[in-house]
């Protein structure tokens, strides 16, 4: 994929531009920009098509919010001047893929059997509007979309009615995976396949209209399979939904076709992801996210990775800078699963202490940073829990001292067995990889603070607190374009632990 990197004058931030190979793209899409782009960004001119979306679905649909210059979205300029006033002036943004990047979409399916539509809401509304030519998704996801439309209408599947409550198929998941060991790695992204996730109106799979989800799961093994003519399938699933808020997913998920395990190949480890689990949309935007995190990893430190999900950020600086732990915390039981797999397939040069624990990161925060040379945040869109950037804040090897002195004498004298079982339960609900580390007399404290978020406008919130506790100061940031065509900017930040310096003074003579 040819690489060309934008050189604006202070105190624009170096934007690294990775243009999408055309035999990725889907039909129809957008010309090859030039060989130079403008070398002055901040010049006003009139919009071109060179990073132009030029999606048939636009305004209509509510995915993408601006069509022109997707390679810099406005909510750079506004980054540059933030990290500029912190401190920080060589920002830098990476625009990614800017066509077909999208690795993962849930789609609502409404209308009829005889003219489906499957797609997003129209902005403010419960409309579905229809995406089949949509610029964002991966073409594999769009002809996956195309062969769903298909099925529909062969078999006469009814699309759910919010009104009345009544339909079969609510919503689809389509997951692409680009992970395919026979092929090229530089054919992979083109070749991958598509993981589809039925949303079925029922309980569970006895219900009356379950002949009908088997029906349809075969459709797609009959014509996207390993035996079609394009094996485009993976795998079909269902999940089984009948509540009538805006949750998408239920409960209950049942494997029904094709490969159980779902990989990819992110941050130099294979991971795996169920249909249940989070998994990030753009794949390659994450993978040079990732890389970019192991290079602020010192070799063989200690690693405290909270909001973790399935432990992909923790796994991947592991393997990378040969940790000598890794903690990774989670509140959602769900990701255990794709933990455990994933940790049997990591590297056998691997050897240090790696740990999973279900555990809200907002309960006693402190106990989690303790022991760590570096921590890692990737939070939701809300950002760091208060508790959190209290104890990041206020952290000091005295504090420290004092609360395992106190935790310490409150395990010995709890008598209350709700309490007792809860604490066994957490135990219980932990995985252990490698020899446990044991605590040294005197505890290490965090050095590093790698803050991932998706969410811009809780980050400055809590970067700025964090920056008046005089504890932390900001010493680099990075930005990603991990949905292009919108306002949204996924943000890498590097905060130092400020270390107070000992004091001086004459001797006296």
């Given at each position: 994929?040819?690489?060309?990197?934008l050189?604006?004058?202070?105190?624009?931030p170096?934007?690294?531009?990775?243009?999408?190979?055309?035999?990725?793209?889907?039909?129809?899409?957008?010309?090859?920009?030039?060989?130079?782009?403008?070398?002055?960004?901040?010049?006003s001119?009139?919009?071109?098509?060179?990073?132009?979306?030029?999606?048939?679905?636009?305004?209509?649909?509510?995915?993408?919010?601006?069509?022109?210059?997707?390679?810099?979205?406005?909510?750079?300029?506004?980054?540059?001047?933030?990290?500029?006033?912190?401190?920080?002036?060589?920002?830098?943004?990476?625009?990614?893929?800017?066509?077909?990047?999208r690795?993962?979409?849930?789609?609502?399916?409404?209308?009829s059997?005889?003219?489906?539509?499957?797609?997003?809401?129209?902005?403010?509304?419960?409309?579905?509007?229809?995406?089949?030519?949509?610029?964002?998704?991966?073409?594999?996801?769009?002809?996956?979309?195309?062969?769903?439309?298909?099925?529909?209408?062969?078999?006469?599947?009814?699309?759910?009615?919010?009104?009345?409550?009544?339909?079969?198929?609510?919503?689809?998941?389509?997951?692409?995976t680009?992970y395919?060991?026979?092929?090229?790695a530089?054919?992979?992204?083109?070749?991958?396949?598509?993981?589809?996730?039925?949303?079925?109106?029922?309980?569970?799979?006895?219900?009356?209209?379950?002949?009908?989800?088997?029906?349809?799961?075969?459709?797609?093994?009959?014509?996207?399979?390993?035996?079609?003519?394009?094996?485009?399938?993976?795998?079909?699933?269902?999940?089984?939904?009948?509540s009538?808020?805006?949750?998408?997913?239920?409960?209950?998920?049942?494997?029904?076709?094709?490969?159980?395990?779902?990989?990819?190949?992110?941050?130099?480890?294979?991971?795996?992801?169920d249909?249940?689990?989070?998994?990030?949309?753009?794949?390659?935007?994450?993978?040079?996210?990732?890389?970019?995190?192991?290079?602020?990893?010192?070799?063989?430190?200690?690693?405290?990775?909270?909001?973790?999900?399935?432990?992909?950020?923790?796994?991947?600086?592991?393997?990378?800078?040969?940790?000598?732990?890794?903690k990774?915390?989670?509140?959602?039981?769900?990701?255990?699963?794709?933990?455990?797999?994933t940790?049997?397939r990591?590297?056998?040069?691997v050897?240090?202490?790696?740990?999973?624990?279900?555990?809200?990161?907002?309960?006693?925060?402190?106990?989690?940073?303790?022991?760590?040379?570096?921590?890692?945040?990737?939070?939701?869109?809300?950002?760091?829990?208060?508790?959190?950037?209290?104890?990041?804040?206020?952290?000091?090897?005295?504090?420290?001292?004092?609360?395992?002195?106190?935790?310490?004498?409150?395990?010995?004298?709890?008598?209350?067995?709700?309490?007792?079982?809860?604490?066994e339960?957490?135990?219980?609900?932990?995985?252990?990889?490698?020899?446990?580390?044991?605590?040294?007399?005197?505890?290490?404290?965090?050095?590093?603070?790698?803050?991932?978020?998706?969410?811009?406008?809780?980050?400055?919130?809590?970067?700025?607190?964090?920056?008046?506790?005089?504890?932390?100061?900001?010493?680099?940031?990075?930005?990603?374009?991990?949905?292009?065509?919108?306002?949204?900017?996924?943000?890498?930040?590097?905060?130092?632990?400020?270390?107070?310096?000992?004091?001086?003074?004459?001797?006296?003579?």
């Open positions: 994929m040819p690489l060309c990197v050189h604006a004058s202070p105190p624009s170096v934007i690294s531009c990775r243009v999408s190979n055309p035999a990725v793209r889907s039909l129809a899409s957008p010309p090859p920009p030039p060989t130079s782009l403008p070398q002055n960004p901040n010049a001119a009139a919009p071109t098509l060179t990073c132009a979306l030029q999606c048939p679905h636009f305004q209509s649909c509510s995915g993408c919010t601006h069509e022109f210059n997707l390679h810099r979205p406005a909510i750079v300029e506004e980054a540059t001047a933030f990290f500029k006033s912190v401190g920080v002036l060589d920002f830098t943004f990476d625009s990614c893929r800017l066509w077909g990047w690795c993962r979409a849930k789609l609502a399916v409404r209308g059997s005889e003219n489906p539509l499957i797609g997003l809401y129209q902005e403010g509304t419960h409309n579905v509007v229809d995406i089949p030519h949509c610029k964002a998704h991966h073409p594999n996801i769009n002809a996956a979309v195309e062969l769903l439309r298909r099925g529909i209408k062969e078999l006469n599947i009814e699309p759910y009615d919010e009104d009345e409550g009544t339909g079969d198929l609510r919503y689809v998941q389509m997951a692409l680009t395919n060991t026979s092929l090229p530089s054919e992979r992204y083109k070749n991958g396949r598509v993981q589809v996730a039925l949303v079925w109106n029922s309980r569970n799979e006895k219900s009356l209209n379950s002949d009908k989800l088997n029906a349809l799961a075969h459709f797609f093994w009959r014509n996207g399979g390993p035996r079609s003519n394009v094996h485009l399938i993976h795998s079909v699933w269902a999940n089984f939904q009948t009538t808020n805006n949750i998408i997913f239920g409960n209950r998920w049942r494997h029904l076709l094709g490969e159980r395990d779902f990989w990819e190949h992110v941050g130099g480890i294979d991971i795996s992801l249909p249940s689990s989070f998994g990030q949309a753009n794949t390659r935007a994450f993978d040079i996210l990732l890389r970019k995190v192991q290079k602020y990893v010192p070799y063989a430190a200690s690693v405290a990775d909270l909001y973790a999900g399935a432990g992909v950020i923790g796994l991947s600086v592991a393997a990378s800078r040969k940790c000598r732990s890794v990774c915390v989670e509140v959602n039981k769900e990701s255990k699963l794709s933990f455990e797999k940790i049997d990591l590297p056998s040069l050897d240090g202490s790696i740990s999973w624990h279900q555990a809200d990161t907002s309960v006693d925060p402190l106990s989690w940073l303790v022991g760590s040379d570096v921590v890692v945040v990737d939070p939701p869109r809300k950002g760091l829990d208060s508790s959190l950037i209290d104890a990041l804040k206020t952290i000091s090897l005295r504090k420290v001292k004092s609360s395992i002195l106190s935790s310490n004498s409150k395990e010995k004298e709890e008598k209350r067995p709700w309490i007792l079982r809860a604490r339960h957490t135990k219980e609900a932990s995985i252990q990889f490698g020899k446990e580390t044991t605590s040294d007399d005197t505890p290490s404290l965090p050095h590093t603070l790698i803050y991932i978020s998706c969410g811009w406008e809780s980050f400055k919130e809590d970067c700025k607190s964090l920056l008046r506790s005089k504890t932390w100061h900001l010493e680099k940031a990075h930005g990603f374009n991990f949905f292009p065509g919108t306002q949204s900017i996924e943000v890498l930040a590097v905060f130092k632990r400020s270390l107070k310096k000992k004091k001086s003074g004459k001797k006296k003579k």
